[in-house]
């Protein structure tokens, strides 16, 4: 019993960083600041159309520095280094953006893409620890759990911000406060991880003449040509990069979909999504129990199904309390696609390159994140023009355009599962089972 102590210390660590970082997502993107940036700074579906430029933007960046980064950091063993690094980041401009106002368009997006950058940049190392905390019969286990309790995390957010919005009236200082708020909040939930948590990969001493950025190119090579052996990791990471696309823009969208179809001020938009954050634990423990029972493919297949589901209604919806429900099930089934496709990850990885590997993932992700939410705000905003040039009142022609953009939404979500369909997942773990005892072999 007292070997499991320090391992089941340091899933609670990893817990309590996603606890930490999911109040971000629950306040900076999805309840507070999106629509605020959206309806307030800029105004319109302008603001539509920039708030999709900045998510872009900040997905393009880590996309690009991603792979090299988790290189060097399985080679260097600094997986917590550049996790703090970039969560530093993330902390420093989430509180900044307390200083946006209406007009500032610019410092509300410099300000918002610098703390996405860290967060998603973060993202990857916290992802690749994953696979150093919990065997690969507990990963499924333990990446729902931490979903599920991440999701806890945005939920006491949003609670603890939710009186001061209803009570003051008049005035965005309660909106503005809730940003740096948020990120103290997630800087303290995180310190564990930072002292918890032990790297079990050793430093690998660097050749002469080489630095840690010609090793990592030189690694990032190297996985590329032997790209051939990981074909079913490869078809699953080009459908994660268009399934996610869906997941992602409902998800950036979320406020500013509530907000132009249903009028929801910002009270209702915080109880909105803690209803999604509630239903979140739910999926993320749902859909790790289904996957250690039915596979983990199978179970992912069906939580893209429910969300597709969940899109399908929201482009018919009418009603306040339609949206809603529709939050709940959504809730539900994205944190189960996020949930799995993690999972899944860890199992394709051989061992030694998980920070690579969930390197690569963040590459579709990130990517995906750069098209996806570019594709939806340039959609939204451009139809809304349309329709507005044509005689169509400002409200309804936003309206119209918000409903062109979701429908955008099931296309990413069915070809992504389209191409899941064709992964194999015993093919997969065994790939990399190989290529580990391969590469053991050869520095033996």
């Known amino acids: 019993m007292a070997k499991k102590k ?3 210390r340091e899933h609670r660590a990893w817990y309590l960083y996603d606890f930490g970082n999911s109040a971000y997502a629950a306040v900076v993107l999805l309840a507070i600041y999106s ?46 280094k550049f996790l703090f690094l970039f969560s530093s980041v993330t902390w420093v401009f989430t509180a900044l953006l307390f200083f ?59 609670l603890i911000i939710l009186p001061p919005i209803v009570l003051i009236k008049g005035t965005t200082l309660p909106v503005r406060l809730s940003l740096p708020f948020t990120a103290l909040f997630f800087a303290a939930a995180a310190i564990p991880t930072f002292f918890w948590i032990k790297e079990r990969a050793r430093s690998q001493e660097l050749p002469v003449g080489e630095n840690y950025l010609t090793i990592g190119f030189k690694r990032l090579a190297r ?12 078809k699953f990471i080009v459908a994660f990069l268009i399934y996610n696309d869906g997941i992602l823009m409902a998800l950036d969208f979320a406020a500013i979909i509530g ?55 929201m482009l018919f919806n009418q009603t306040l309390n339609g949206f809603f429900l529709i939050g709940a099930l959504a809730g539900f089934a ?29 590459v579709a992700g990130r990517t995906s994140s750069f098209i996806g939410p570019t594709i939806y705000g340039l959609l939204a905003a451009s139809a809304a023009f349309w329709f507005e040039r044509r005689g169509m ?26 191409l899941l369909l064709s992964v194999d997942e015993q093919r997969a ?6 290529y580990a005892a391969e590469l053991g072999a050869s520095r033996a």
């Open 223 to 234: 996985t590329l040509k032997a790209v051939r052996r990981f074909r079913e990791f490869i």
């Open 35 to 80: 629509a605020y940036f959206k309806g307030e700074v800029v105004g319109g579906a302008e603001g539509s159309r920039l708030w999709g430029i900045s998510v872009g933007i900040a997905m393009l960046v880590v996309a690009v520095i991603s792979p090299i980064l988790g290189s060097i950091a399985d080679f260097s063993a600094s997986k917590k």
């Open 100 to 158: 946006v106002r209406k007009g500032d368009i610019f410092i509300g997006m410099l300000f918002f893409i610098l703390a996405e950058i860290g967060y998603r940049a973060g993202q990857v190392f916290y992802n690749s620890l994953l696979p150093e905390i919990a065997s690969p019969e507990e990963m499924g286990r333990v990446s729902g759990k931490g979903w599920a309790i991440g999701s806890l995390g945005g939920i006491l957010a949003l």
């Open 334 to 362: 994205l944190t189960g696609v996020q949930s799995v496709s993690r999972t899944m990850v860890g199992m394709f990885a051989p061992a030694g390159q998980s920070a690579e590997f969930f390197g690569f993932f963040s």
């Open 429 to 434: 773990k065994r790939t990399a089972q190989e």
């Open 259 to 313: 907000a132009v179809l249903y009028g929801m001020d910002q009270t209702q938009l915080i109880i909105f999504m803690i209803i999604v954050q509630v239903t979140s634990v739910a999926g993320a423990y749902a859909f790790a129990v289904l996957g250690d029972r039915i596979g983990y493919k199978r179970s992912l297949v069906s939580a893209i199904l429910l969300m597709a589901g969940a899109v399908t209604w």
């Open 6 to 8: 320090p391992a089941n």
């Open 393 to 418: 009142t400002t409200l309804l022609a936003e309206q119209t355009g918000q409903r062109i953009a979701i429908a955008s939404i099931l296309v990413f979500l069915f070809v992504g599962l389209g």
